[in-house]
């Protein structure tokens, strides 16, 4: 069982930045593929990126350039630094954690999950 709880969300002004952390429990964290989700109002949750257990990283054209994940096995965390971030970022961000991911943006790959973040940019 790995429980996941996110914090870093926040109100930014557009072209600002935010990092969002993702503290799991387990003493499997290095194991799991680690993925970033988001959900905005009225909006089905979208992948926003992922990383692997060997720090191989995957993100959605929205956000690349802009987002980077990285993670710490040491500390069982996994972040998503958020640069020049949009009014079209704002959402609920969430992080997922994943033993047998086929697809890094396929949600339902994911076995557990954080209760999520707010983002809000204002423009």
């Known amino acids: 069982q790995v429980q996941l709880v996110e914090s870093g969300g926040g109100l930014v002004q557009a072209g600002g930045s935010l990092r969002l952390s993702c503290a799991a429990s387990?003493?499997?964290?290095?194991?799991?593929?680690m993925g970033w989700f988001r959900q905005a109002p009225g909006k089905e949750r979208e992948f926003v990126a992922a990383?692997?257990?060997?720090?191989?990283?995957v993100y959605a054209d929205s956000v690349k350039g802009r987002f980077t994940a990285s993670r710490d096995n040491a500390k069982n965390t996994v972040y998503l630094q958020m640069n020049s971030l949009k009014p079209e970022d704002t959402a609920v961000y969430y992080c997922?954690?994943?033993?047998?991911?086929?697809?890094?943006?396929?949600?339902?790959?994911?076995?557990?999950w954080g209760q999520g973040t707010q983002v809000t940019v204002s423009s």
């Open positions: 990383i692997t257990s060997g720090g191989i990283t």
């Open positions: 387990g003493r499997t964290f290095s194991r799991y593929v």
């Open positions: 997922a954690a994943g033993g047998r991911v086929v697809i890094p943006s396929r949600s339902y790959d994911y076995e557990y």
